[in-house]
């Protein structure tokens, strides 16, 4: 058993982590799904014909759907080698605590906590020769990690449903709106914000910046819209307009 401390009594109120019992066997579970109770093991496969072939359907389709998702955030080559797989392993512990908050503020802070850790771990690639791409050097800024999160549960929560329809309903107006380049100059442009003046790409945006960024967001769609629609809704119709 894990010594009690108050970093896992705070992990464990979160609901971040779950305790498995003292007895600790070769196939149990290493995930928990904190909105049904349900547990897995993430590399439950069956060895056949010399090969892994994975036994749970749902368990693939999660999967496949967080590879569709990091793939629709086309930030892929932004990052160092194999980011890609942490990013993903990350989210896919880490979306039953997206999924489980009760009100704006609440994913808000969840929001950032993920945002916080992509900035402490994940590296961006820097560019070689001929537009090639070299290994990470640098820390992911909090707009490109918060771009990945917002397209990442725009895909599962808003387009796949993902855990289930009444969740993702009640979660998606707490979803932010995705900011790409073009969105951030549009904005920009717009309301003229002083504080913004030296950002030109997603790169350069930290977490004031990008907090600024969604209350502009909120703005647009207040006066531009009338209310009419969400965030998650915005990116949508922002990004076909700006980048089409």
Known sequence: MPAFDEQLQKALDERRIVLGGCCVRGNDPDLHCNSCG???RRTANLVGAGS??????????????????FAFTAMGR???????????????????????????????????????????????AKKGGKGSLLAGLQLASWGQAAKVLDIMMKVCVYYCHMPDPTTSSRLEPYLHGAVDTPILSELKERFNESSLSRVSSIAGIGRTEYETLQRMIRRDISERFKDRIIPVEYDDIEWRRLNR
């Open 52 to 69: 892994l072939i994975n036994t749970n359907p749902e368990e693939a389709k999660f999967r496949n759907i967080l590879e569709m998702a």
């Open 38 to 40: 349900f547990k897995w």
């Open 78 to 124: 932004v990052f160092g080698a194999g980011s890609g797989e942490t990013i993903r392993d990350k989210l896919e512990t880490y979306l039953s605590v997206l999924c489980s908050s009760t009100s704006e503020s609440d994913y808000d802070a969840k929001h950032a906590e993920f945002c916080g850790w992509f900035t402490r771990h994940i590296l961006t």
